[in-house]
Structures are given as structure tokens and as C-alpha cells.
């Protein structure tokens, strides 16, 4: 009889048997707990090393925020050097008169007998 299917009988699957798939499999499931792991963690630092906060695509982003850092610097620094020109002019040993006055004017709002005083914007 060929289409007929035999199924195994009862006493087949008995609790021994049973017991050696189980040992069996379990067995070369803790074969696999090792490599299983290390792939984890290659796969973790790999994620890492291209698209995590230090990665090679945040490394374009990084550069841009360098370059918009450096500018900013520039333009203080230049700030710094005009500021620290105008200290030196009201500096004790070297008073410019004409920078004295020019400060004394803009802090008083005085001017003299006859003059008119044009506001200007900020430096």
C-alpha cells in the first residue's frame, strides 16, 4: 500500500527517548551560547563604529562644527584685539585726551555750549 502514511506507535516516544533528544539538545545549544554572544558584541561595536555618537558618519558632522567653531573664534579674537586697543588708549601712562573725551562725552551726554550731538548705533 503506497499512499498509506504509518504512524509510529505510542511506546516510540517514551520518556527515554524523550530524555536523549533533550540532553542532546541541550547540549549543542550550550555549544552555541559562546559564538551567539561574540557575534552580539561584533555586531554591537560595528553599530557603534559607523552610525553611533563618534562614528564615521557623525565624523562629517563633527568637521562642520569645527569649521563653524574655528570661524567663531576668529571673529572673538578679532573683537578681543580691538577691545583690548581701546583699554590701551585709556591706559594711564599713554591717555589719548581725544579718547578721554570721546568717552566722557558718551557717558556724560554732555556736550559743549553750541554743539549737537548726533546719536550713533553701537561699535
Not at 32 to 61: E, T
Not at 88 to 104: I, R
Amino acid at each position: 500500500m503506497l499512499g498509506r502514511i504509518r504512524l509510529p506507535d505510542e511506546s516510540h516516544y517514551d520518556s527515554v527517548t524523550f530524555m536523549r533528544v533533550r540532553r542532546k539538545t541541550s547540549s549543542n545549544m550550550g555549544l552555541l551560547i559562546v559564538p551567539v554572544i561574540c557575534c552580539a558584541v561584533s555586531l554591537y561595536f560595528g553599530y557603534s563604529a559607523v552610525a553611533g555618537p563618534r562614528g564615521i558618519l557623525a565624523w562629517s558632522d563633527a568637521e562642520a562644527n569645527l569649521a563653524v567653531a574655528k570661524r567663531d573664534l576668529t571673529v572673538v579674537r578679532g573683537e578681543r584685539l580691538a577691545l583690548q586697543h581701546r583699554i590701551s588708549l585709556l591706559d594711564d601712562k599713554a591717555l589719548d585726551p581725544d579718547m578721554l573725551e570721546e568717552v566722557a562725552r558718551s557717558v556724560l551726554s554732555q556736550g559743549r555750549a553750541g554743539e549737537v550731538a548726533v546719536p550713533r548705533g553701537t561699535r
